[in-house]
């Protein structure tokens, strides 16, 4: 049976980089926008990311970045996946000439599947709640507001925590889930006990879904 993949987003700290990967988080994800209270530079998320064992991936997340910024984290993250969550195009996704991600900000009227059709080299589509800025606002956005038949690998995000992502998983059957907020003791400063339960919860629900299917 297929698995839900787990990215941990927002990561600061050694401690917390750790929890994640005991808990068994695939993905580990680091915030290069400035604006956002979970920024690290390059060179810190380098860093934190020389931590992680073989088969957790890291990813990079940028907002409207600049060349010289996209190259300046590619370069310390050599591995890195990138994950665009601002207004870049299709061609500046492409650009770098790396594996990326796309989030899509869901709201009601957004075309998601004409989303999806436009970023069709993403690895996969983030789905994430509309909100004002950029970047996660720790919100859940209405689940039916995707359509059935979205024709990429689909990442589901905002406002994920323990106490949720269940229903998340049983609704939506995204590949992934992402979280950043929901295992926080504050900003940027995660919870390790949290961050333990959201990934007991993923697991669950594969297992639920997995005796549907029997």
């Known amino acids: 049976m297929s698995r839900t993949r787990i990215k941990i987003c927002g990561l600061t700290r050694e401690a917390d980089v750790d929890a994640a990967v005991a808990a068994g988080a695939d993905a580990i994800g680091f915030v290069f926008y400035a ?5 690290v530079t390059p060179q810190r998320a380098a860093e ?65 599947l004409d989303f999806v059709q436009q970023y069709s080299n993403a690895q996969a589509i983030l789905l994430d709640a509309h909100v004002d800025g950029y970047g996660g606002g720790g919100k859940v956005f209405d689940w039916s507001l995707i359509p059935r038949n979205v024709h990429s690998p689909v990442v589901l995000s905002g406002g994920l925590h323990a106490g949720n992502v269940a229903e998340g998983i049983l609704r939506v059957r995204p590949w992934a889930v992402d979280v950043s907020s929901g295992v926080e003791e504050a900003k940027g400063l995660k919870d390790a006990a949290l961050i333990r339960q959201f990934c007991d919860a993923v697991r669950e629900a594969d297992a639920r879904i997995a005796d549907l299917q029997t």
């Open 48 to 112: 934190l990311a020389r931590r992680l064992p073989p088969f957790v991936t890291p990813v990079g997340l940028f907002v409207n970045a600049s060349e010289a910024q996209l190259a300046e984290g590619l370069a310390a993250l050599p591995n890195m996946l990138v994950q665009f969550h601002g207004d870049e195009s299709p061609a500046d996704c492409e650009r770098p000439g790396r594996p990326f991600l796309r989030a899509a900000r869901m709201e009601p009227g957004f075309d998601l």
């Open 35 to 39: 604006k956002s209270p979970r920024h």
